[in-house]
């Protein structure tokens, strides 16, 4: 089989400019005519009938040019694994969207509602959010008790003390990416990023805490993804490690 450029296209409802795009990209290697022109055979074929595939699982063109490269690439293999970070993804996206009806609901709630009324929907949503997505964690390592303080904690707080809290951890993502320009842990900057994170918990724990306690909640900030994600998002990779390092430095 040996077709023109149009006719591939044509063949597998592509334009002409996309097969210019792939052989660009590496992807596909027609051969010549002596006049230059492109002429596509079987194998090439077989090659954009993969790439179309997988193109249309949601794999990116860099992530199939790396495969291609690989003599021993296991294109079954490579779809299995992308097909598990969707169903991961679709978990992530059905929670996502969960929070977002919570929230509209919460939203249209609070529109007839007093400033004091709507300030406690917003608390008790703010609280409902934190289980669905720390509670099973948080309740098995410190018990529900403590948990429960935690929460109504929370709900005990003025509409001041909350915006302070709130503004608190935005100015905590502020002087993380300030204390890692330093590339110190034990900077002075570092330490007020330290001193910084535990008034924010204490606002969370209340008051009497064993150090113990909180140096574990902290460590535990690298074994899970959720906050290496938040905080790395916020101020660069390596941030949440950076924080840990902090922490530590701070109450040796």
């Not at 790396?66 to 779809?79: G, H, I, T, V, Y």
């Not at 098995?140 to 909350?162: P, Q, S």
């Not at 905590?172 to 900077?187: F, G, H, W």
Request: charged letters at 30%; proline letters at 3%.
């Amino acid at each position: 089989m040996q077709l023109t450029i149009g006719q591939m296209a044509r063949e597998a409802g592509v334009s002409p400019r996309t097969l210019r795009y792939y052989e660009e990209q590496g992807l596909l290697a027609p051969q010549r005519t002596d006049a230059g022109y492109r002429v596509y055979g079987e194998t090439d074929a077989r090659r954009l009938a993969q790439v179309l595939a997988l193109r249309a699982c949601g794999l990116p063109l860099a992530t199939i040019r790396r495969l291609f490269r690989e003599p021993d690439a296991d294109l079954a293999s490579a779809l299995r694994a992308h097909l598990r970070s969707l169903e991961k993804q679709g978990d992530s996206l059905s929670a996502a969207i969960a929070r977002t009806k919570a929230a509209l609901a919460t939203i249209e709630r609070m529109e007839d509602m007093s400033a004091k009324d709507s300030f406690k929907i917003m608390k008790e949503q703010g609280l409902r959010d934190f289980e669905s997505t720390y509670g099973a964690e948080a309740r098995e390592l410190y018990g529900d008790d403590a948990i429960d303080a935690a929460n109504a904690r929370m709900m005990d707080l003025t509409k001041d003390e909350w915006d302070a809290k709130e503004l608190l951890e935005e100015a905590i993502k502020v002087q993380l990416r300030l204390a890692m320009a330093t590339d110190d842990p034990e900077s002075d900057e570092a330490r007020e990023l330290a001193h910084m994170h535990e008034r924010w918990i204490g606002i969370h724990w209340g008051a009497g805490y064993a150090p113990e306690a909180y140096l574990g909640l902290v460590d535990g900030y690298l074994k899970d993804p959720r906050f290496v994600k938040y905080y790395d998002s916020a101020a660069g990779d390596g941030a949440t490690e950076f924080l840990v390092q902090a922490v530590h430095a701070a109450h040796a």
